[in-house]
């Protein structure tokens, strides 16, 4: 089964609309962190945003925001106010067993590419 | 702070031909990771350190051999290179287990 779920391959925006990217993720564990990265096409990846599963509130960083549901396993990305540099792949990823001792390595989605219209 | 640096940006090999691709972070990070990411694919893991000294192997470390002699260089190596392992080399660095910082990437081409 996938860990990491994203079902929009590709999402179309207008600049300084709002967009969500979906993310549902798989784990028995209480404790595991949810990252999302934008990669351009210039191709670095680029670190967004950061949410612990025992965080009761959802992360934000400026027009990032995780809308975080635990009960539904879901940490979507909300972009407010496209703008065209905005236009990327977008992966979101999981770490199992974030206070745990040992390495749990970090798991992928096959990621969403986003275009912003002007 | 510079961050994670990888050199080289581009490489061109020939099969059978061996190179190092270097990774340097300057963040104190006591874990650091060597990725690949195939055309249009997400990243895979190669080989993962947790410290000055440790590695491990991820998903694909067939092909490929690191080294972990300080905190701040994780260097991959590429012996005997074949087509396959054309691909965009990512190497990051992480403060225990949050968030990974990646390097700018190499983009190796093996003819």
């Known amino acids: 089964a996938q860990k990491i779920t994203q079902t929009q391959p590709g999402m179309f925006v207008q600049e300084k609309e709002a967009v969500t990217l979906d993310c549902t993720y798989d784990t028995s564990d209480q404790s595991y962190g949810l990252f999302w990265y934008k990669q351009p096409s210039s191709g670095e990846m680029i670190f967004l945003i950061y949410q612990g599963s025992y965080d009761e509130q959802n992360a934000t960083e400026g027009r990032y925001s995780l809308n975080f549901q635990k009960a539904r396993k879901s940490a979507n990305l909300v972009i407010s106010a496209s703008q065209l540099g905005d236009s990327a792949m977008y992966f979101c990823?999981?770490?199992?067993?974030?206070?745990?001792?040992?390495?749990?390595?970090?798991?992928f989605g096959a990621g969403t590419r986003l275009a912003v219209h002007p | 702070n510079a961050g994670v640096t990888q050199t080289p940006k581009f490489r061109i090999l020939k099969i059978g031909q061996s190179m190092t691709l270097q990774c340097t972070q300057d963040m104190n990070h006591n874990y650091m990771y060597w990725y690949r990411q195939d055309p249009g694919m997400g990243l895979k893991l190669i080989y993962y350190?947790?410290?000055?000294?440790?590695?491990d192997k991820g998903e694909v470390p067939n092909g490929y051999n690191v080294s972990r002699s300080t905190t701040e260089d994780f260097p991959l190596r590429l012996e005997l290179a074949a087509p396959s392992q054309t691909s965009v080399y990512f190497c990051?660095?992480?403060?225990?287990?949050?968030?990974?910082?990646f390097g700018p990437g190499t983009r190796l081409t093996v003819l």
């Open positions: 350190s947790v410290g000055a000294g440790i590695t």
């Open positions: 990051a660095s992480s403060p225990r287990q949050g968030a990974e910082f």
């Open positions: 990823a999981m770490r199992e067993g974030m206070f745990s001792g040992g390495y749990n390595k970090l798991i």
